[in-house]
């Protein structure tokens, strides 16, 4: 059975719920492009004065901090460190590219 092959009531429900989700996941991707944006300044902070990409107790507050929410959200708590964690590996990766540019001189020849 395909979608095509479903009662009319049953698909303008599922497009509608559909169009919500894609809605959606534009909303995230935006949200995470803003927020990589203010992981870039901090990591040129960081470069600028000689700071470690990684800060280990930041990201333990963060997060013990982002399992609550999930919780109180009922989203799975597990499931929102592994996300924390994956974007987070990704902004140090960032932060350790700027230190390497900053310290050859060649800040702003990577791309952001």
């Known amino acids: ?46 470069a600028a004065h000689h700071l470690p990409p990684a800060d280990p107790a930041r990201e333990a507050r963060q997060i013990g901090r ?11 708590p597990a499931f929102a460190e592994k996300l924390l964690n994956f974007i987070v590996a990704e902004v140090i ?3 350790e590219r700027i230190a390497e540019e900053s310290a050859n001189g060649t800040e702003g020849a990577g791309v952001r």
């Open 1 to 46: 059975m395909t979608t095509n092959d479903i009662d009319e009531s049953v698909r303008v429900e599922l497009d509608r719920l559909r169009q919500s989700i894609d809605n959606i996941d534009a909303a995230v991707v935006h949200m995470l492009a803003e927020r990589f944006k203010c992981t870039q300044q901090v990591g040129h902070l960081k």
């Open 66 to 76: 982002l399992r609550e929410l999930a919780e109180s959200a009922h989203l799975d």
């Open 93 to 95: 990766r960032h932060h």
